[in-house]
């Protein structure tokens, strides 16, 4: 059971960007898949979950209308699209499999190793 995310790079303030979670070993519609990040010096923060009915949850609310999330069933892969990026959403960017399926009990067993983000401004 393995997830990988990819897609992190350097943009300029403005821009956007599209992380891939991909899964291999398991299919990842049988999980609710989130999105995590962490900034240099503070603390891992949930931003949002797509559930295995296809349902989001934002769980930072203040990234509605700048960050969505998707699944493509066939690739086996859940994008995280990030758009007006600002130099505060540097970070280093997560996604984890909740095997409760539902995104509101936080039972993430497993994580990708992280892709980094840095916004210039």
């Known amino acids: 059971v393995q997830l990988q995310a990819s897609g992190g790079g350097l943009v300029q303030a403005g821009g956007s960007l599209r992380l891939s979670c991909a899964a291999s070993?398991?299919?990842?519609?049988?999980?609710?898949i989130g999105w995590f990040r962490q900034a240099p010096g503070k603390e891992r923060e949930g931003l949002l979950c797509?559930?295995?009915?296809?349902?989001?949850?934002y769980y930072e609310t203040s990234l509605k209308g700048r960050f969505t999330i998707s699944r493509d069933t066939a690739k086996n892969t859940v994008y995280l699209q990030m758009n007006s990026l600002q130099p505060e959403d540097t970070a280093v960017y997560y996604c984890a499999a909740d095997t409760g399926g539902t995104c509101l009990g936080y039972d993430y067993e497993y994580w990708g190793q992280g892709t980094l983000v840095t916004v210039s401004s």
């Open positions: 070993g398991f299919t990842l519609n049988d999980y609710a």
């Open positions: 797509i559930n295995i009915s296809g349902g989001r949850k």
